[in-house]
């Protein structure tokens, strides 16, 4: 890895949208076959085989598809129309390039995203609610986008779920949502080494109610 190349504390260390533009923009060629690889990244298909097993109804929208590693595992799952939104162009079009998504587009989920309310049947995250990149408040826009009843499963890193406000949030919505429930996850496989070998995440599963 050159020193220009991004790596996950770079990723850790974002603060603003605008940074997470700029990482991403920079990593998108080579995330797969760089980090994800090299880090034996099996969230993706962690988060998604827990959705799965939940029975969700399409269409899903893939919150932060980055480079569509969440779409690929649910194309060989069988389940969609899978839409994809994400911070980053860059990382859209190698998402692209996988054929498996129904549309791609530009949003922040900081903001609003350019997606009617209830629009969606499903939602699923992995990678992106965590801090400096999607924090807890973004939660609102998650259930303004999924239908009443909709399955969603978001990604949380252990580390951040007190220390950046994910468990608090959550308590704040138990009137909102429903079947709220953990399941822990080894964030990469054992292949992985250094520090991050054994971080570990939560597979957030709930539905709107």
């Known amino acids: ?89 860059e990382m859209l079009d190698v998402a692209a390039e996988r054929g498996v998504y129904r549309l791609l587009f530009l949003g922040d ?33 998650v259930l303004r986008v999924a239908a009443t009843g909709a399955q969603i499963a978001i990604s949380v890193s252990k580390a951040h779920w007190n220390a950046a406000g994910f468990a608090a949030k959550f308590a704040e919505l138990a009137g909102q949502i429903a079947d709220l429930k953990l399941k822990t996850v080894r964030i990469y496989g054992d292949k992985t080494e250094g520090a991050h070998a054994l971080d570990e995440g939560y597979v957030v599963l709930f539905r709107k109610g």
């Open 1 to 89: 890895m050159s020193d220009e190349e991004p790596d996950l504390d770079a990723a850790y260390g974002l603060k603003t949208p605008d940074d997470s533009k700029r990482l991403y923009a920079a990593w998108a060629k080579t995330y797969d076959a760089g980090f994800a690889a090299r880090m034996d990244y099996c969230l993706p298909e962690r988060v998604v085989k827990a959705f799965v097993g939940c029975c969700p109804q399409g269409p899903v929208l893939d919150i932060g598809a980055g480079t569509g590693l969440v779409g690929a595992h649910m194309a060989a799952a069988g389940l969609g129309p899978v839409d994809g939104v994400d911070i980053c162009q």
């Open 109 to 141: 989920m900081t903001g609003r995203l350019d997606v009617v309310d209830g629009a969606y049947g499903a939602v699923i995250s992995s990678g992106t609610f965590t801090t400096g990149h999607v924090g807890p408040e973004a939660l609102d826009e």
